[in-house]
C-alpha cells in the first residue's frame, strides 16, 4: 500500500511549457484534490474530483486542468506554464470514513516546480 | 464555507505544553474539525478530528465547547520535533462533496 504518489518530484520549466503532474493513489479513495503551497504559504486548493468523470474548481484553478478517468489516477496539467505557477504541488486523497476521526486527507510527498 | 482564523506564530520550550486555538464562527451544524501538521518539504499529516467536546489520541487533544465556534488543539509536552506548522480546518462531511480549504495555519517553533 503506497498511498498518494506524485511524479515528478522535482521540474523544471520554461515559461510556455506544459506539462503534466502525475498523482495516483491506491487506497480506492473517490476524493482527491490538488493544492498548490508558495513558499512561507498555506495550502490552497486548485481543483478537486469526487469520483471518476467528476472535477470541480478549487480556490486557484486558472491556469490548470484536470481529469478523472479512473479512480486511482488525478492528473494535473499546466497548460502554459507562468512564473507565477512556481510552486510545490500536492495531491491528496480523502477517506471516505463516514465516523468521527476517519474523514481525513492523504497527502503525497509533492512535486517542485520552478517555472523560469 | 467556514473560515478559520489561527495565530500566524508561536513560540515554546521542550517539555512544555502547547495550546493552539482556532476560531471558526460560522461553522455548520454538520462540520466537523480536522487539525493537520506540516513538516518543512512534506505534505500535511493528519492530527486530530473532533465534533464537540473533548477528544484525545496519542498524539494530541482537541477541545471543543458548546458553541463550537472556536476549537483548541493541544499538544502535551512538545519536543523539537513538535516544531511544524499546524492548520485547523472545518468543512462538511464526506456525505456532501465539498471544498476543502486550508488557511494559512499557525507556524509552531519549539526551543531546547
Known amino acids: 500500500n503506497a498511498g498518494v504518489t506524485q511524479t515528478p518530484k522535482f521540474q523544471v520549466l520554461k515559461t510556455g511549457q506544459s506539462m503534466t503532474l502525475q498523482c495516483a493513489q491506491d487506497?480506492?479513495?473517490?476524493?482527491m484534490s490538488w493544492y498548490r503551497q508558495d513558499p512561507g504559504m498555506g495550502l490552497r486548493l486548485i481543483h478537486y474530483s469526487v469520483g471518476a468523470g467528476i472535477t470541480d474548481q478549487g480556490e486557484v484553478p486558472n491556469g490548470y486542468n484536470v481529469s478523472r478517468s479512473t479512480t486511482e489516477d488525478f492528473p494535473l496539467r499546466l497548460l502554459s506554464a507562468a512564473p507565477s505557477q512556481t510552486s510545490v504541488y500536492f495531491c491528496?486523497?480523502?477517506?471516505?470514513?463516514?465516523?468521527?476521526?476517519?474523514?481525513?486527507?492523504?497527502f503525497g510527498p509533492g512535486t517542485r516546480l520552478l517555472v523560469l | 464555507l467556514a473560515k478559520t482564523t489561527q495565530p500566524i506564530s508561536m513560540d515554546s520550550y521542550e517539555g512544555q505544553e502547547v495550546n493552539i486555538t482556532c476560531s471558526h464562527n460560522n461553522i455548520a451544524t454538520n462540520d466537523y474539525i480536522t487539525w493537520y501538521q506540516q513538516f518543512p518539504s512534506q505534505g500535511p499529516r493528519f492530527i486530530i478530528q473532533g465534533y464537540k467536546t473533548k477528544v484525545t489520541n496519542e498524539v494530541a487533544s482537541l477541545f471543543i465547547p458548546a458553541d463550537r465556534k472556536s476549537s483548541t488543539l493541544s499538544l502535551p509536552r512538545v519536543s523539537l520535533s513538535d516544531t511544524a506548522v499546524y492548520y485547523c480546518l472545518v468543512g462538511e462531511r464526506y456525505s456532501s462533496a465539498s471544498k476543502i480549504i486550508f488557511g494559512s495555519g499557525t507556524r509552531l517553533s519549539i526551543r531546547p
Open positions: 491528496a486523497s480523502r477517506s471516505p470514513g463516514g465516523r468521527l476521526g476517519e474523514e481525513t486527507q492523504y
Open positions: 487506497m480506492n479513495h473517490e476524493y
